[in-house]
C-alpha cells in the first residue's frame, strides 16, 4: 500500500512569507507526527495527532508555526512570516495507536526541503 | 537537552567488518527503543526495534543489544556492506507524560562501509 506522502518535496521562499506542508499519512494510522531536520539539531519533534486533536505540541519553537488535522487524515504544518532559521527538512510520520496510546512503529514520510531566502 | 545520547557521530568500516553503534538515555520512563535508517534524501526507516523485557533482539545482519541497568543500548552490524552506508539514529519513547507518542531521537551516527 501506499507510504506516508509529502508536499511539496522541496519549497524556496522569501523570509517573512507563509509557507504551508502537507502531509498525506498512512490509510487508517491514528497517530500522526511532525519533526525537523536540521544539520545542527538533528531529528526534533514538533508536535503530535492523535486523531485530529493535538495531545503533544511541545516542539513547536515559536508561535509562527501551528499545525491542524481534518478528518483524521491529512495535516498541514503551517509556517507564518518565516526566518531564515526555519530552513530543514520537515518530516511527517504516521503510526497505529495501541492500548493506553502507545505508539506502534512510526513510518516516514521522504520530507520537505524548506529553504527560506 | 538531549534525551537520547549517541556515539559515535562517524564510522567507517571496511566490508565484511563489524559496526557497533551506541545509544545512552536516562529517563526510566522511555520503554520502546527503535534504529532508523536513513538515505540521502529519504525519510527514516524503521530497521529494528526493542522493548526492555528483552536483552538482545536479532534480524538478520542486525542485532540491538539492551542494558536496562545501565540505560544503554546499541547496534551491531555484521557482515556490514556497502550498502549499508547511511546515516543511523537510534530513539526512544515511553507510555507516560511527555514521553508518549514521541519519539526522541540521538544525533545519528554517518556510517560509511568500503569495499
Known amino acids: 500500500g501506499a507510504g506516508v506522502s509529502q508536499s511539496p518535496s522541496n519549497k524556496v521562499t522569501e523570509k517573512g512569507k507563509d509557507v504551508e506542508l502537507r502531509c498525506d499519512p498512512i490509510?487508517?494510522?491514528?497517530?500522526l507526527y511532525w519533526y525537523r531536520q536540521s544539520l545542527g539539531q538533528g531529528l526534533e519533534f514538533l508536535i503530535y495527532?492523535?486523531?485530529?486533536?493535538?495531545?503533544?505540541k511541545s516542539g513547536l519553537p515559536s508561535d509562527r508555526f501551528s499545525a491542524e488535522r481534518t478528518g483524521g487524515s491529512v495535516s498541514t504544518l503551517t509556517i507564518q512570516r518565516t526566518q531564515q532559521e526555519d530552513s530543514a527538512v520537515y518530516l511527517c510520520?504516521?503510526?497505529?495507536?495501541?492500548?493506553?496510546?502507545?505508539?506502534?512503529?512510526?513510518?516516514f514520510g521522504p520530507g520537505t526541503r524548506l529553504t527560506v531566502l | 537537552q538531549q534525551q537520547v545520547k549517541q556515539s559515535p557521530q562517524s564510522l567507517i568500516v571496511q566490508k565484511g567488518g563489524i559496526s557497533i553503534i551506541n545509544c545512552a538515555y536516562e529517563?526510566?520512563?522511555?520503554?520502546?527503543f527503535p534504529w532508523y535508517q536513513q538515505f540521502p534524501g529519504k525519510g527514516p526507516a524503521l530497521l529494528i526495534a526493542?522493548?526492555?523485557?528483552?536483552s538482545e533482539k536479532k534480524e538478520g545482519r542486525f542485532t540491538i543489544s539492551f542494558n536496562k541497568s545501565a540505560k544503554q543500548f546499541s547496534l551491531h552490524i555484521m557482515d556490514s556492506q556497502p550498502g549499508d552506508s547511511a546515516t543511523y539514529f537510534c530513539?526512544?519513547?515511553?507510555?507516560?507524560?511527555?514521553?508518549?507518542?514521541?519519539?526522541?531521537f540521538g544525533r545519528g551516527t554517518q556510517l560509511t562501509v568500503w569495499p
Open positions: 530513539a526512544a519513547s515511553g507510555v507516560r507524560g511527555s514521553t508518549l507518542g514521541r519519539l526522541y
Open positions: 526493542i522493548r526492555p523485557d528483552v
Open positions: 495527532f492523535q486523531g485530529n486533536s493535538a495531545p503533544d
Open positions: 510520520a504516521s503510526s497505529f495507536l495501541g492500548r493506553g496510546g502507545v505508539a506502534d512503529t512510526q513510518y
Open positions: 490509510s487508517g494510522h491514528t497517530a
Open positions: 529517563n526510566t520512563a522511555f520503554d520502546y
